[in-house]
Structures are given as C-alpha cells and as structure tokens.
C-alpha cells in the first residue's frame, strides 16, 4: 500500500509540473519581443517603398538612322502591295494584284531580308532584347491595319483603281530604283512618311512672331450722347423780309 501511495504521488507531481510548463508556454512573449517582431515587416516594406521602381518600359531611340530609314520605306511599300493584293483580288481580278506582291516579293528576297533586319536591329538598339523581332511585328501589322483603313475611307473601287497599277509598276522595279525611291527623297520627287526622323537632319525653325492683340476697348462716346439730353428748342420763326421804302423822288417844275 505504502508503494502504491508513493507511486501516485510521483505522478502527481509529474502532472502538476507538466502542467505549470504548460502554463509558461501558453504565457505571451514579453511585450519588447513582441514589439520587435510586429516592427519587422513595416521596416521591410518601408526599405522596399523606398527603392525606385525599375521601369519595364524600354526607351525608344527617337530617330532613325540612314540604313533604318530607308528599311521603314521598303518596308510601307511591301505591306502596302500585300493589302492590295489581299483587298483588290476580287475587285480586279484579272490584273492579278496578289501575284504582283508574291513576285515582287520573290524578285527582292535579299532587300526585304536586309530591311528587316535593320528594324529589327534598331528595336534591339532600344532595349527590347529579345522582344525587338516582335516589335518588328507589332510595327507591320498596325502599319497593314492603317492602310487598310485608308482603304476603306477611300473606298474599295477607287483604292483597288490606283494602286493596282501601283504594284504593277513597283513589280518592275530593279534593285537599284528601289533604293533611291526608299533614301533618295529628291531623287525619288516624293515626301517620305516614317514613325520617326533621321537623326542627322535637323530642322530649323523659328517661333511664331508673337501678336500683341489687344483687346477691343468701347469705343469712346462723344460727350454729347453722354450728357444728359437737352430739350430742343423750338426752331427759331422765320424773319419776314420787309420792302424797302422807296426814296422820295423830287419832281421838278418846269
């Protein structure tokens, strides 16, 4: 019996010391620890405000060189015959404006390879890296969507009228006029369009003259409309003429 008491007083004091354990591990941390661990994120998120934002937007060179110029031009004629050929082939069939650009196409394989790659090369110059051949992308179809609008306002008729016979001759062209059509502006008596100018041209201009215009200032009223109106006075009556008397004449007697 005395064993049995003494067992279960051991284990009563085992219980009661877990228990107490427990007890100070269910107690919260002291208000300093809990302080610093609550102070933690904010001074993280702090740091992390006070961090500029990379920018993912590339800067864009703002002008074209000579050799991208000249790729942007050959490159609006080509997509131009291509929307022609894809638009006008059931207009006019029987000119064929899809096979112009396929030929066109086939006959100036290296010039258009060339023209790519010097847009591609001046995304590259941008900072796209390996988005600049989708960027050439993206600049062909939104540059194929705008002809087609242009088409479209045009009018299909009269747009499929002119610039079939556009590609024909642009078909027949050589390497060497297509060349001076896209870089020799006065040699090709056209204006270019491009996204962007050549860098080495700069253009002069002078502001506008600046024009004092004043503002219309009320026209002075003269002082007799601002005086306070006088009654008229009665119009003065005529003086009547009165016949001179004549002379008295003296009579002689004979």
Known sequence: MSRQRAALRLSLKALTGAAVLGALLALPAPASAAAKEAAKPPAKTAAAKARPAKSSAPATPACYNRAEHAAEQLMRMHTEMMVVGLTCRTVMPDKKPFDLYQDFSVKNRALLSSSEASLIA????????????????????????????????????????????????????????????????????????????????????????????????????????????????????????????????SVTVR
Do not use: W
Not at 191 to 199: E, F, K, Q, T, V
Not at 212 to 235: D, G, Q, R
Not at 236 to 247: G, N, T
């Open 122 to 249: 001046f995304y590259k110059r941008s900072g796209a890296g390996g988005n600049a051949t989708r960027q050439f992308d993206m600049f062909r179809t939104e540059l194929a969507n705008e002809i087609s609008r242009r088409a479209a306002t045009i009018g299909i008729p009269q747009y499929c009228a002119n610039f079939v016979d556009r590609s024909a001759a642009a078909k027949d062209l050589t390497a060497d006029d297509l060349r001076t059509l896209t870089s020799d502006e006065k040699g090709a008596g056209l204006m270019h369009l491009a996204s962007r100018p050549l860098c080495d041209v700069k253009v002069v201009s002078n502001p506008d003259p600046v024009i004092a215009v004043a503002s219309a200032a009320p026209a002075a009223t003269p002082k007799a409309a601002t005086a306070k109106a006088k009654p008229a006075k009665a119009p003065a009556k005529p003086k009547q003429k009165v016949a001179a008397v004549p002379a008295k004449q």
